[in-house]
C-alpha cells in the first residue's frame, strides 16, 4: 500500500484502497509479486518494497490489474525485471495470454511494449482530471505460443 500511495497519480483515480486489494486477494484467482530495491523478489519481510504488481486469472487468461515502481526507485530496470517475472509466471501458469488497460500516455507505455504488449482497444474518455478534461484507456495484450 505504500507504493501504491506514492506511484500513482492522484489526479487520475487509478490506485485502489486498502480494501479494494485485501477484497480482490480473498478472492482467490488474483495474485501479487513485489520486488525489493536490489531487484530480488521480496517477501513482504524487507524493511522496504520498492515496487509490485496485482493480477487476476480467469480460465487461461490474466490481466494485471496494478503495476507500480515507486518514484524513488523508478529508472533502475525495476520495472522491466517486475514485468518480466510477471509474464514469465503467467506463461508458466498455463495462460494463453495477458492483457491490460492503461490510460493512454502512460510512461509504463514504452515498457509494456518493450515486452510485446500490443494495443487491441480503446475506452474513448475513459479517465477524467481534475479539470475535467478526459482521457483514453487503451486496452493491451501479449499473447504466448504455448
Known sequence: ???????????????WNRRQVSDAL??????YGLIGPDGTEDYGDTTETAGFFMSRAVLDEEELLLFAIAPQYRRRGLGNVLLGRFIDSARANGMSRVFLEMRRNN??????????????GLRPAYYRTPDGSRIDAISQELTFDN
Open 1 to 15: 500500500m505504500a507504493v501504491m500511495e506514492v506511484a500513482f497519480p492522484a489526479e487520475f483515480g487509478e490506485a
Open 26 to 31: 480473498l478472492m482467490g484467482n488474483c495474485r
Open 107 to 120: 510512461p509504463a507505455g514504452f515498457l509494456y511494449a518493450a515486452h510485446g504488449f500490443r494495443e487491441i
